[in-house]
């Protein structure tokens, strides 16, 4: 039997600049690079390949207008620590909620314009014996 493996491939202007977005973000590393494309693996398996195309448009989600290309989710522990972080990376918030309280998910988009979701995991309870 053939083993098969996936890769999320982002198309991007600038493939450098969004894998150390995403390498800083997933605690990566780098594990294949050409001259246009950059390849990475997260800490917890996720692996993702950053592919040059100079006439990349990002998608313009929530808009209809480009329609949503691909949609990441990552799941957190801490939504406010990593949207600093996130931010601190170059990416942006796509939705905005009221600030009424914490939530349990909030999209943003990378410096190349691709959306992704973070959502808060709940911590789980020991069980009882």
Request: charged share 30%.
């Amino acid at each position: 039997m053939t083993l098969v493996t996936g890769v999320v491939v982002l198309d991007c202007a600038e493939p450098e600049k969004l894998a150390a977005f995403y390498k800083e973000l997933l605690e990566a590393e780098e594990t294949d690079a050409s001259a246009n494309r950059i390849e990475i693996m997260g800490a917890e398996g996720t692996r993702m390949a950053f592919r040059r195309d100079v006439n990349a448009t990002p998608p313009s989600w929530p808009r209809p207008e480009n329609s949503l290309q691909v949609h990441l989710e990552f799941r957190v522990d801490d939504l406010d620590a990593v949207e600093r972080m996130v931010i601190g990376l170059g990416g942006r918030a796509l939705e905005t909620k009221d600030a009424g309280g914490p939530f349990e998910e909030r999209g943003y988009a990378d410096p190349a314009g691709h959306s992704f979701t973070l959502f808060r995991v709940m911590p789980t309870a020991p069980k009882q014996h």
